[in-house]
Protein backbone atom coordinates (compact mmCIF):
# COMPACT_ATOMS: atom_id res chain seq x y z
CA UNK A 1 0.00 0.00 0.00
CA UNK A 2 1.54 3.02 -1.35
CA UNK A 3 2.12 6.33 1.30
CA UNK A 4 -1.12 8.36 -0.31
CA UNK A 5 -3.51 5.28 0.48
CA UNK A 6 -2.17 5.52 4.11
CA UNK A 7 -3.14 8.93 4.43
CA UNK A 8 -6.19 8.69 2.86
CA UNK A 9 -7.25 5.85 5.44
CA UNK A 10 -5.80 8.25 8.18
CA UNK A 11 -7.96 10.76 7.50
CA UNK A 12 -11.17 8.90 6.41
CA UNK A 13 -10.74 7.70 10.06
CA UNK A 14 -9.87 10.96 11.57
CA UNK A 15 -12.99 12.63 9.67
CA UNK A 16 -15.14 9.61 10.90
CA UNK A 17 -14.38 10.09 14.52
CA UNK A 18 -14.69 13.55 14.63
CA UNK A 19 -18.31 13.32 13.60
CA UNK A 20 -18.95 10.41 15.87
CA UNK A 21 -17.37 12.87 18.85
CA UNK A 22 -19.70 16.07 17.74
CA UNK A 23 -22.77 14.10 17.71
CA UNK A 24 -21.82 12.55 21.36
CA UNK A 25 -21.23 16.07 22.20
CA UNK A 26 -24.22 17.55 20.97
CA UNK A 27 -26.69 14.99 22.26
CA UNK A 28 -24.72 15.02 25.60
CA UNK A 29 -24.87 19.05 25.49
CA UNK A 30 -28.88 18.67 25.12
CA UNK A 31 -29.93 16.18 27.28
CA UNK A 32 -27.54 18.17 29.83
CA UNK A 33 -29.74 21.18 29.53
CA UNK A 34 -33.08 19.29 28.41
CA UNK A 35 -34.72 20.67 31.37
CA UNK A 36 -34.35 24.26 30.18
CA UNK A 37 -34.39 23.65 26.50
CA UNK A 38 -37.48 21.25 26.66
CA UNK A 39 -39.42 23.55 29.39
CA UNK A 40 -40.21 26.11 27.29
CA UNK A 41 -41.15 24.37 23.76
CA UNK A 42 -44.56 23.25 22.42
CA UNK A 43 -45.08 19.21 22.24
CA UNK A 44 -44.06 19.79 17.99
CA UNK A 45 -40.70 20.83 19.12
CA UNK A 46 -39.76 18.21 22.01
CA UNK A 47 -40.36 15.75 18.93
CA UNK A 48 -37.94 17.80 16.23
CA UNK A 49 -35.45 17.38 19.74
CA UNK A 50 -36.19 13.49 20.17
CA UNK A 51 -35.37 12.95 16.31
CA UNK A 52 -32.76 14.80 15.77
CA UNK A 53 -31.29 13.01 19.13
CA UNK A 54 -32.01 9.56 17.30
CA UNK A 55 -30.54 10.91 13.72
CA UNK A 56 -27.35 12.06 16.02
CA UNK A 57 -27.35 8.18 17.65
CA UNK A 58 -28.00 6.53 14.07
CA UNK A 59 -24.95 8.81 12.88
CA UNK A 60 -22.72 7.38 15.66
CA UNK A 61 -23.79 3.86 14.85
CA UNK A 62 -22.59 4.22 11.43
CA UNK A 63 -19.67 5.99 12.30
CA UNK A 64 -18.29 2.86 14.34
CA UNK A 65 -19.21 0.48 11.44
CA UNK A 66 -17.43 2.76 9.06
CA UNK A 67 -14.61 2.55 10.96
CA UNK A 68 -14.63 -1.26 11.54
CA UNK A 69 -14.69 -1.24 8.05
CA UNK A 70 -12.02 0.33 7.67
CA UNK A 71 -10.11 -2.32 10.03
CA UNK A 72 -11.51 -5.17 8.00
CA UNK A 73 -10.44 -3.61 5.04
CA UNK A 74 -6.64 -2.97 6.25
CA UNK A 75 -6.21 -6.33 8.13
CA UNK A 76 -3.06 -7.84 5.88
CA UNK A 77 -4.10 -10.29 3.21
CA UNK A 78 -2.02 -13.04 2.50
CA UNK A 79 0.87 -12.61 -0.18
CA UNK A 80 -0.90 -15.46 -2.54
CA UNK A 81 -4.12 -13.52 -2.47
CA UNK A 82 -5.28 -11.61 -5.76
CA UNK A 83 -7.50 -8.98 -3.99
CA UNK A 84 -6.91 -5.42 -5.51
CA UNK A 85 -4.81 -3.25 -2.70
CA UNK A 86 -7.34 -1.83 0.14
CA UNK A 87 -8.79 1.84 -1.09
CA UNK A 88 -11.40 4.12 1.09
CA UNK A 89 -13.37 3.74 -2.03
CA UNK A 90 -15.06 0.16 -1.16
CA UNK A 91 -18.22 0.02 -0.96
CA UNK A 92 -18.56 -1.06 2.35
CA UNK A 93 -16.36 1.70 3.75
CA UNK A 94 -18.07 4.36 0.99
CA UNK A 95 -21.34 3.60 2.31
CA UNK A 96 -21.59 3.73 5.92
CA UNK A 97 -19.43 6.66 5.86
CA UNK A 98 -22.17 8.19 3.50
CA UNK A 99 -24.57 7.32 5.69
CA UNK A 100 -22.92 8.04 8.66
CA UNK A 101 -22.52 12.00 7.61
CA UNK A 102 -25.99 12.08 6.05
CA UNK A 103 -27.78 11.50 9.32
CA UNK A 104 -25.54 13.39 11.18
CA UNK A 105 -26.50 16.37 8.38
CA UNK A 106 -30.24 15.76 9.16
CA UNK A 107 -29.38 15.65 13.06
CA UNK A 108 -28.45 19.11 12.45
CA UNK A 109 -31.39 20.26 10.16
CA UNK A 110 -33.82 19.04 12.72
CA UNK A 111 -31.68 20.64 15.51
CA UNK A 112 -31.82 24.05 14.07
CA UNK A 113 -35.74 23.54 13.30
CA UNK A 114 -36.10 22.58 17.02
CA UNK A 115 -33.99 25.70 17.99
CA UNK A 116 -36.19 27.80 15.97
CA UNK A 117 -39.43 26.60 16.98
CA UNK A 118 -38.21 27.03 20.41
CA UNK A 119 -37.41 30.86 19.69
CA UNK A 120 -40.07 31.32 18.43
CA UNK A 121 -42.24 30.03 20.94
CA UNK A 122 -40.46 32.13 23.63
CA UNK A 123 -40.84 35.09 21.26
CA UNK A 124 -45.00 34.66 21.49
CA UNK A 125 -44.89 33.63 24.88
CA UNK A 126 -42.98 37.33 25.54
CA UNK A 127 -46.20 39.24 23.31
CA UNK A 128 -48.88 37.20 25.57
CA UNK A 129 -47.11 37.91 28.81
CA UNK A 130 -46.40 41.98 28.45
CA UNK A 131 -50.00 42.38 27.14
CA UNK A 132 -50.94 40.34 30.44
CA UNK A 133 -48.81 43.42 32.26
CA UNK A 134 -46.26 40.97 33.62
CA UNK A 135 -43.34 43.66 34.83
CA UNK A 136 -40.74 41.27 33.99
CA UNK A 137 -41.51 41.09 30.31
CA UNK A 138 -42.01 44.79 30.02
CA UNK A 139 -38.40 44.89 31.46
CA UNK A 140 -37.08 42.45 28.71
CA UNK A 141 -38.82 44.74 26.05
CA UNK A 142 -37.42 47.50 27.09
CA UNK A 143 -33.96 46.65 27.09
CA UNK A 144 -33.88 45.30 23.46
CA UNK A 145 -35.42 48.61 22.68
CA UNK A 146 -32.59 49.92 24.34
CA UNK A 147 -29.83 47.81 22.01
CA UNK A 148 -29.06 49.05 18.53
Not at 7 to 35: E, H, M, P, R, V
Not at 51 to 65: C, K, P, R
Not at 99 to 123: E, W
Request: net charge positive; aromatic share 10%; charged share 20%.
Amino acid sequence: MTEESKKAFDFAADTIKQLITLASGIIALTITFSKDILGSTSTVGVYWMYISWLFYIISIAFGILALLSITGTLEPQSQHSQTPSPSIYDKNIRNKAAFQIISFLLALIFTVIFGIITISNIKEEDKENCQTGKVECCKIKAIHKKAP
